[in-house]
């Protein structure tokens, strides 16, 4: 067997061993997304990751994708153990909501009801009323205005100016951005239109308005699977990270897959269609974490409780 093959064999052998269950994410590498189903975890978008991770019965949660998503598992189940295989797998969204600016910004309105994208630290959440990813943000935001809420939105532009077009909601807007789905290009993408004119343009809302505007399909990556599946078109063009197309070609193997295009390719853009905290999360890293218990999540108290609470929300309301 390859170095592949093995180490696949040794982590599925101490999950097991260690009673843990593995949590990946659609972006992260396929062998690890396999590992996942193939020893009763699961790969999923955010909101069913986390979902996921809260329910099961397993006493330590192994999350593969980045931080936010680790945190996430310990803020709602504080007395498993949750492991990753780099903590240094991050997110632009979060790097760029620093929770001492984040904090002055929302004292500057406190009229507002404070929504954060999933993509923030603890700390951030720790101030925010709602929590919302990307396949309920719409839901919930519609509902907030019905009741005559304005809002306070942070971190990413994009997904918040796709909201706030769609339900025409008082959104106050912090200035985040994917560095992943922020190289997707309008223009290129018009032209690759020209040349599959049949083909469904499926978007995730963290692209630029251009390329949002061209979409067949908005939605999560759960979302951008499903119109994959269920789509009657032979052709579609994937305008998110290409680790999704792992899944895609195992769930719906007869459809041609075409990714959208960036300004580089990655010789010139290291962040275009694949994120580079995503690509941390690797098999050795997994058997490492599992061996060793490094790689911990720790959320310390009183941030924990005071996040728990928009996470919470968001859970029941989607339940
Ligand atoms: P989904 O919630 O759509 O999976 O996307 C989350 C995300 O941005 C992960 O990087
Ligand atoms: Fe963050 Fe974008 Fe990477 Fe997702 S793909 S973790 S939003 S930088």
């Known amino acids: ?26 972006y992260v590498d396929g062998d690890l997304q396999d590992l996942a189903q193939e020893t009763g975890g699961i790969v999923s978008d955010s909101l069913e990751m986390a979902r996921f991770g809260r329910d099961h019965a397993a006493q330590t949660l192994v999350v593969a994708g980045v931080k936010f998503m680790g945190e996430s598992a310990k803020i709602l189940s504080p007395e498993k153990r949750v492991l990753m295989p780099d903590l240094d797998a991050t997110c632009s969204l979060d790097l760029g909501c620093p929770a001492e600016d984040f904090a002055a910004f929302c004292d500057a309105h406190p009229d507002r009801t404070v929504v954060v994208y999933a993509n923030t630290s603890a700390a951030v959440k720790a101030r925010a009323d709602w929590m919302v990813t990307s396949s309920c943000a719409l839901e919930i935001v519609s509902e907030l205005k019905a009741r005559g809420e304005k809002i306070l939105w942070a971190p ?133 974490c599992l061996e060793h218990g490094t790689g911990e999540i720790r959320v310390e108290e009183p941030i924990r409780s005071q996040a728990l609470g928009c996470i919470d929300r968001m859970l029941d309301f989607t339940a």
């Open 1 to 26: 067997p390859s170095q592949r093959q093995q180490l696949k064999a040794r982590a599925a052998e101490l999950l097991k061993a260690k009673g843990a269950v593995l949590v990946a994410h659609y």
């Open 156 to 288: 990413d532009r994009h997904l918040g100016r796709y909201i706030q077009e769609q339900t025409g909601a008082d959104m106050l807007m912090w200035n985040g951005a994917c560095i992943v789905h922020d190289e997707f290009k309008g223009l290129e993408l018009e032209l690759l239109r020209e040349q599959h004119p049949q083909a469904l343009i499926l978007v995730h809302p963290e692209s630029p308005a251009s390329v949002v505007a061209q979409a067949d399909v908005v939605g999560s990556t759960s979302a951008l699977i499903k119109a994959v599946v269920e789509g009657s078109a032979r052709e579609y063009v994937v305008a998110t990270d290409n680790g999704i197309l792992h899944a895609m070609r195992q769930l719906a193997p007869g459809k041609v897959l075409i990714e959208a295009p960036t300004a580089g390719n990655s010789a010139t853009c290291k962040s275009c269609a694949h994120c580079p905290w995503m690509a941390m999360n690797g098999l050795q890293g997994l058997v490492d």
